[in-house]
């Protein structure tokens, strides 16, 4: 029995990825179909174009921040929280980590340290408001979250305005750049570096799974996810669960935008990237919450905007690989839960064999009785022919 569970949990986890691929294929070829385009020819440019050097290191640059914002919404996916606002999350905090980046200048690595820290502290607040309404006054985080993307957007745009914390560069309007100490390292590659973010990705990514997985407060998290009364009436405090949940969602947003204020830009802007909060979502939803299957996913979203700038360039619709970005989020969710209530059906099925097996055995079952009645018979036939009474009684 424990056998077979085990062979069939494997199967399981196994089937669940290649249906996804499957259908994401299948139904991108029909995409590619039916807007005139020869799908085979797609894709070959697509793997072309992702395997030279430069696209590989644009690629894993583009990714760091992509599966950071992944984790800061897969931590209250976890227990059923939507924070849906890490884009104004992440904005915020890179703004003000280069508003004091701009103006304080500590020497060595204490200046980095400072900006993350800063940023840290307030996507965490930023976050935290909408656990606290959530607490105290029952607002849904998704109303509030929105709402506070909105805010976030205005308060950035009144500071960053040519004479208060910006200053103008010919159409853009940027805050001071960082000193030399605030640039963080990169590894030297060919032909275009690897930021070294991608080292903080890595170790926020171990972080997170030894958080959820290897301690109480990750189990408090995962039993609040699954049923609010159950861990409410095991000890565990809801409430204290949500606003701890939102702080450390918004402490993750607010690395999001680290790795291009501290190694591309400098400085933030009215360029500086937006919707990369909401790209985490999907991202989340496509690794399913854990480390690295995430880690796959924001890889694969960023070798899809690298490589459909080149599909866009050779003919094909501009719109065709948010199309194939939707379609495979899709297909991962509706695999995964396909495969999961047909492993449940199956689980199911399997013990209720298992019960009725043991039923015909147990004894006072019919069949049982039937065969002990015939023992019985025997014994009595036995006792008739017997010489010996004290040997039948």
Same mark, same amino acid.
């Given at each position: 029995?424990?056998r077979g569970a085990t ?39 697509? =793997? ?14 583009? =990714? ?141 990514? =171990? ?6 997985? +290897? ?21 565990? &405090? ?6 701890? *949940?939102?702080?450390? &969602? ?14 591309? &830009? ?43 700038? +080149? ?38 099925? +399997?013990?209720g064999e298992e019960l009725?097996?043991? *039923? ?34």
């Amino acid at each position: 029995m424990g056998r077979g569970a085990t062979r069939d949990k494997v199967i399981l986890a196994i089937a669940a990825p290649l249906l996804a691929i499957v259908a994401a294929v299948v139904i991108s070829s029909l995409v590619f179909l039916a807007s005139g385009e020869n799908p085979l020819r797609a894709y070959g440019i697509m =793997a072309d174009y992702g395997h030279y050097s430069d696209s590989q290191v644009w690629i894993i640059n583009k =990714a760091v921040p992509y599966y950071l914002s992944a984790l800061a919404v897969a931590i209250g996916f976890r227990m059923n929280l939507f924070n849906i606002g890490v884009d104004g999350q992440y904005r915020l905090a890179a703004f003000a980590a280069a508003a004091v980046g701009g103006a304080v200048a500590l020497p060595g690595a204490l200046q980095i340290i400072l900006l993350v820290v800063i940023a840290m502290l307030v996507g965490a607040v930023w976050s935290g408001i909408a656990g606290l309404l959530k607490t105290t006054r029952g607002v849904s985080e998704v109303i509030t979250t929105i709402m506070l993307n909105s805010i976030a957007a205005s308060v950035i745009g009144y500071f960053l305005q040519d004479g208060r914390l910006a200053i103008k560069d010919g159409n853009l309007l940027h805050t001071k750049f960082l000193p030399a100490s605030g640039h963080f390292f990169s590894f030297p590659t060919h032909p275009k570096p690897v930021e070294g973010f991608v080292v903080v990705a890595v170790v926020a990514g =171990a972080l997170y799974w030894f958080l959820i997985n +290897r301690t109480r407060f990750g189990f408090d998290l995962r039993a609040v996810g699954a049923s609010e009364p159950a861990a409410e009436a095991s000890g565990v &405090s809801v409430k204290r669960m949500v606003v701890i *949940s939102m702080l450390l &969602s918004g402490a993750a947003a607010g690395l999001v935008g680290m790795p291009t204020l501290l190694g591309e &830009s400098f400085q933030y802007g009215t360029d500086f990237p937006a919707g990369i909060g909401f790209t985490g979502i999907a991202i989340a939803l496509l690794g399913r919450n854990n480390p690295v299957g995430m880690a796959f996913g924001a890889l694969l979203w960023a070798f899809l905007d690298r490589t459909g700038s +080149r599909l866009e360039f050779e003919g094909y619709a501009q719109e065709i690989v948010g199309v194939i970005q939707g379609v495979i989020v899709l297909c991962v969710v509706i695999a995964y839960e396909v495969v999961r209530r047909y492993g449940l059906r199956r689980q199911q099925r +399997r013990v209720g064999e298992e019960l009725a097996a043991r *039923s015909r055995t147990a004894p006072g079952a019919p069949g049982a009785s039937d065969a002990g009645s015939a023992d019985s018979a025997a014994d009595a036939d036995t006792a008739d022919n017997s010489d010996k009474p004290e040997v039948t009684s």
